[in-house]
């Protein structure tokens, strides 16, 4: 039987033996793909579900594509999901998620595979080559210590791929390095293709925490530190060169969606509305966040993406780092740069830095704000405290950006006690005073708070709380900035409170269908039932629709539109909703919310494993200063506009800058989201019963046998 | 906007232009979105002047009455002050305002380099 969408085999490389081994997709098929697949296949293939530690041998880190990745789904073929557990949260790293783009999920589609599942460790460093169904463990030991651009360069080049855009047609199997005692079952293609590298740099080679998994030049998995787990396991890049195809159920239902997403949803781009109020349908744009470096530049995106949000410049650096690395060190570069054009060279060399490095730049974003202050009160530098001989009197510039990735990614200077978690170090440094006023914003797990406070944004820090990263997720936030940059420019708004909240009711369904008060964000209503309901629609519809599905966090779901006359935006719709293309491609006939029901099957694997990792509800709580401090941002930003109800039921966008987070309150809330969640409200685990309605039985022996299954009764 | 500053001092001219220490540095943020809000700080004025500059990807994050304050306390530049709160008091919108605090700023930048370099001759 043809799984459309898939290719019908997931690779399992067993790095302890060095064997590759081929299992059948289909039964992971109930799990959609990347996070719930890879979810279900940790859950079968890792045994031993206690470890914290993800560079423990037994941890196995599976890299997920979807159905959609390869094919022309709008912003959703080019993702790629990693699962497995985390390094240097605290107090525990847990079983967690990143995700990349760029064309590495695509291409392993095309080579015949789902996904890959990395078990076990090599004795010695390897990459390892997969043309199509052939796969081949090399020595890595020449790789080793190379950072992640060299890295690719030098695999390009053992197997005479040639560089530039000159390319020609190569036979896979006459490309160097095959086995000639090993040939393949199967007829190799031939392809004009570059592989596509996934690879870590020195940072995931020294197992720290903020190691990243990067591909091409800018394209990275940064949160959870797998970088770590890849260098645990001495595995240095796996390459990736496929000839073959994706098997669309309904290629006529997937055009049609596709035209009727840039007929409809995507502003005309003859008569481009720039201040548009929608997300699949803004116009191309680079999310670069220092100034553009040159009008010389080539949009760079993600396979079957209709944005371009990276960017290739004639200027030769910056080249398709995008967002948050743009920018990690932006606040210190002004205080040298002296111009907006040095700026933006010493912002994009930066990430570049860290991509080289294959280092997480988002710990620095509040990380190295810390640092700086440890340095200038006199607690952190040579022959202080806290022995640090960085040149941070030079901080902003070029060569301190250098020296501080090269620290944090080779466990020198302060990266040696970093290297195993934030505040692990901030603990062994005698900071812990940090955690409660706030020096170190460092919310939930250990990692870093993102920008949007959780006393505020609260779907965002109740998600990631109840979860077990920063989420990540930009579902809602886009309310904030819409309305905040509105107020900004005096500027009339384009969808009004009240509308707003409607327009999302409508489209979140089941549990928030028809019901705006989810979306009310005042002081009154932060503890309450609908703001469990929205933390858990966000949850589920992520769990499948963007980390399984693999539909863009930035362009998906699109709850309000400008650009169509009744305000509607395209998800959950009939016509371009997430079900219509995938069903297209697969063949299913999923309604919208059953993809939010396989979302919440997978979000319960996770907590299940989380549990049996040692989760209960008494760990689940903020970082201290979250309680005990007030959100007071109003001084780096005027205001911070969510949509609330006043005592009269009227809705209003309102400034929620200088709100606390009572403690007490919030553990109620916590109790109310576990039963609506069906889980045990002491303890936060899951109940028999909620498991087997979603055919989860063997997910309930686990946890009654390791005498951690909820109690009914609760 | 035209900005009337008397000429500054060269020991006025010589603060305009230097960073004051860490304790007395001035929280400003940026809205990045999708980022989010980033904080960070400034410590001079040509360092406000580089925040201040328009940028069409984000927003400056900054509490304009807090900044004449400073600007007075800190830097010492009572003149600028004054006109920094003129602007506040003839608000537009924040935008707007961030704008023309930005002119301000590069209009004394200007002065204070002047001297400096006529005073250096």
């Not at chain 1, 999920?105 to 090599?122: P, Q």
């Not at chain 1, 200027?315 to 743009?326: D, F, K, L, R």
Request: charged share 25%; proline share 6%.
């Amino acid at each position: 039987m043809t799984l459309y969408g898939y290719a019908g085999k997931i690779l399992r490389l067993d790095m302890t033996h060095r064997k590759a081994i081929a299992i059948d997709t289909e039964p992971y098929r109930r799990w959609g793909g990347g996070h719930g697949m890879g979810a279900a296949l940790f859950w079968d293939y890792c045994k031993d579900k206690t470890i914290t530690d993800g560079r423990h041998p037994a941890n196995v880190c599976c890299v997920m594509t979807s159905p959609l990745c390869g094919t022309i789904v709008p912003s959703a073929g080019g993702r790629c999901e990693v699962v497995g557990v985390g390094v240097g949260q605290y107090p525990v790293s847990w079983f967690t998620r990143t995700n990349f783009g760029g064309r590495f999920s695509t291409m392993l589609k095309y080579a015949g595979w789902d996904g890959i599942v990395i078990e076990g460790r090599s004795d010695s460093p390897v990459w390892v080559d997969i043309r199509d169904g052939q796969v081949i463990f090399h020595d890595a030991q020449d790789l080793w210590g190379k950072d992640t651009w060299a890295t690719q360069l030098e695999i390009r080049d053992l197997i005479k791929i040639r560089r530039g855009t000159k390319t020609h047609w190569r036979d896979l199997q006459a490309l160097p390095l095959a086995k000639s005692d090993d040939p393949p079952g199967e007829d190799f293609g031939r392809t004009t293709q570059k592989p596509a590298i996934l690879c870590i740099g020195p940072a995931g080679e020294h197992q720290t925490c903020h190691a990243a998994l990067i591909h091409d030049a800018g394209n990275g998995a940064g949160q959870g530190g797998l970088g770590a787990v890849w260098g645990s396991k001495n595995l240095k890049a796996i390459s990736v060169l496929g000839t073959g195809g994706i098997q669309v159920h309904d290629p006529k239902a997937l055009l049609r969606a596709r035209m009727i997403t840039k007929e409809k949803y995507v502003t005309r781009w003859q008569a481009p509305d720039f201040q548009a109020w929608t997300r699949i349908g803004r116009l191309p744009n680079p999310i670069i966040q220092a100034a553009p470096p040159t009008d010389e530049r080539r949009p760079q995106s993600c396979q079957g993406c209709i944005n371009g949000c990276r960017s290739r410049y004639n200027v030769g650096y910056g080249n398709e780092s995008a967002c948050q690395e743009t920018f990690w060190y932006g606040p210190y570069v002004r205080k040298v740069a002296k111009s907006r054009a040095e700026d933006t060279e010493i912002n994009l060399k930066g990430a570049d830095i860290v991509q080289k490095y294959g280092l997480n730049s988002f710990v620095l974003q509040p990380g190295l704000h810390w640092l700086e202050h440890l340095y200038e009160d006199g607690v952190l530098g040579p022959g202080r405290p806290i022995p640090s001989d960085l040149p941070w009197e030079s901080i902003g510039t070029l060569d301190f950006a250098e020296k501080i990735v090269r620290a944090l990614s080779t466990r020198t200077d302060i990266g040696a006690d970093l290297a195993d978690g934030w505040v692990q170090a901030a603990l062994k440094w005698g900071r812990e005073e940090d955690l409660h006023t706030g020096a170190l914003q460092f919310s939930y797990w250990g990692v870093p708070e993102h920008g949007y406070d959780p006393r505020a944004e609260l779907e965002w820090g109740y998600g990631s709380l109840m979860g077990d990263r920063d989420t990540n997720t930009h579902c809602f936030n886009y309310i904030f900035t819409n309305v905040s940059a509105a107020f900004a420019f005096g500027k009339p708004l384009r969808i009004g409170a009240e509308e707003m909240v409607n327009l999302h009711a409508k489209k979140m369904s089941p549990y928030a269908k028809d019901r705006p008060e989810v979306l009310d964000y005042s002081d009154a209503n932060m503890y309450s039932e609908a703001v469990a309901q929205i933390v858990r629609w966000q949850q589920h519809y992520c769990r499948f629709y963007k980390n399984s599905a693999l539909y863009c966090d930035l362009k998906w779901p699109d709850f309000v539109n400008t650009n169509v006359p009744d305000l509607e935006g395209a998800t959950a719709s009939p016509d371009a909703g997430e079900q219509v293309f995938w069903n297209a491609v697969t063949g299913d006939t999923l309604r919208f919310e059953d993809g939010i029901e396989i979302g919440r099957r997978i979000w319960n694997l996770d907590n299940a494993i989380w549990v049996l990792q040692g989760r209960h509800r008494d760990m689940v709580h903020f970082a201290p200063y979250i309680y005990k401090t007030v959100y007071n941002k109003g001084e780096v930003f005027p205001f911070f506009m969510w949509t609330c109800r006043d005592d009269d039921g009227k809705w209003h966008y309102k400034d929620l800058m200088g709100r606390s987070m009572d403690k007490a309150k919030f553990e109620e809330w916590k109790t109310i989201f576990y039963r609506l969640e069906g889980w045990d409200t002491k303890t936060g685990w899951p109940k028999r019963s909620t498991l087997e309605q979603m055919d989860m039985g063997f997910v309930a022996d686990a946890l009654q046998a390791a005498g951690r299954l909820g109690e009914e009764a609760s | 906007m035209n900005f009337s500053l008397s000429q500054p001092s060269e020991p006025l001219s010589r603060k305009i232009l230097s960073p004051v220490p860490f304790k007395d540095r001035f929280p400003a943020g940026r809205l990045k979105p999708p980022v989010g809000i980033l904080p960070g700080d400034v410590r001079s004025l040509p360092e406000l002047h580089l925040f201040l500059e328009p940028d069409v990807a984000s927003l400056p994050g900054i509490n304009l009455k807090a900044l004449a304050e400073w600007v007075e306390v800190s830097i010492g530049d009572k003149e600028l002050a004054e006109a920094i709160r003129a602007i506040v008091d003839t608000a537009v919108n924040y935008v707007e305002d961030c704008l023309r605090v930005y002119e301000a700023v590069g209009v004394r930048l200007d002065q204070a380099r002047g001297i400096i370099k006529e005073n250096a001759v």
